[in-house]
T-cell receptor
Framework: AQKITQTQPGMFVQEKEAVTLDCTYD???????LFWYKQPSSGEMIFLIYQGSYDQQNATEGRYSLNFQKARKSANLVISASQLGDSAMYFCAMRERADGLTFGKGTHLIIQP | EAGVAQSPRYKIIEKRQSVAFWCNPI?????LYWYQQILGQGPKLLIQFQNNGVVDDSQLPKDRFSAERLKGVDSTLKIQPAKLEDSAVYLCASSFLPQGLNTEAFFGQGTRLTVV
């Protein structure tokens, strides 16, 4: 079974609009961490934001925020005021225990001027 | 601060040949990972080292893939013999110890392997 599901293979968004990238996850472990990474065409993975399963507040980092709905097992990334430089692949990932990250298939975001 | 270094950036080989990739993690990072990213998919963990010991290699195809991390610093991932389905980007990442749920992994730019 997929542990991380990203249902949007691609998205087109107008510059300056907000965009929400969907992520649902599956785990029976009560303690886990959720990450979002950005992968531009150059290939490196850039860490954006983290949410712990016990965190009471939704995580925010600048223009990035994470809409964490624990009961629904969803961890959607919200990018406010999108910019042309936000065009990239976006990956949701989960860590359980001290394991490596398990990634979803990603969403290809294209920001249009 | 220098990032995770990987070489080569690109490699094209014929099937059944062997190939090796090198990774130098961020100084002081005890944990090192190798991921395989097939086109159109997210990265898949192949192996995780803590210092020079293997923590998890459950998804490493051990009949053809091998990895080592001598002296707990640099690491080499080898494929022998390569198959067409090994065409992918191989990403190396590293992180600090102790590793908690929120420990960020820092990634290199990857090696793009094409098997023809």
């Amino acid at each position: 079974a997929q542990k991380i599901t990203q249902t949007q293979p691609g998205m087109f968004v107008q510059e300056k609009e907000a965009v929400t990238l969907d992520c649902t996850y599956d785990t029976s472990d009560p303690s886990y961490g959720l990450f979002w990474y950005k992968q531009p065409s150059s290939g490196e993975m850039i860490f954006l934001i983290y949410q712990g399963s016990y965190d009471q507040q939704n995580a925010t980092e600048g223009r990035y925020s994470l809409n964490f709905q624990k009961a629904r097992k969803s961890a959607n990334l919200v990018i406010s005021a999108s910019q042309l430089g936000d065009s990239a692949m976006y990956f949701c990932a989960m860590r359980e225990r001290a394991d490596g990250l398990t990634f979803g298939k990603g969403t290809h975001l294209i920001i249009q001027p | 601060e220098a990032g995770v270094a990987q070489s080569p950036r690109y490699k094209i080989i014929e099937k059944r040949q062997s190939v090796a990739f090198w990774c130098n993690p961020i100084s002081g990072h005890a944990t090192l990972y190798w991921y395989q990213q097939i086109l159109g998919q997210g990265p898949k963990l192949l192996i995780q080292f803590q210092n020079n010991g293997v923590v998890d290699d459950s998804q490493l195809p051990k009949d053809r893939f091998s990895a080592e991390r001598l002296k707990g610093v640099d690491s080499t991932l080898k494929i022998q013999p390569a198959k067409l389905e090994d065409s992918a980007v191989y990403l190396c990442a590293s992180s600090f110890l102790p590793q908690g749920l929120n420990t960020e992994a820092f990634f290199g730019q990857g090696t793009r392997l094409t098997v023809v």
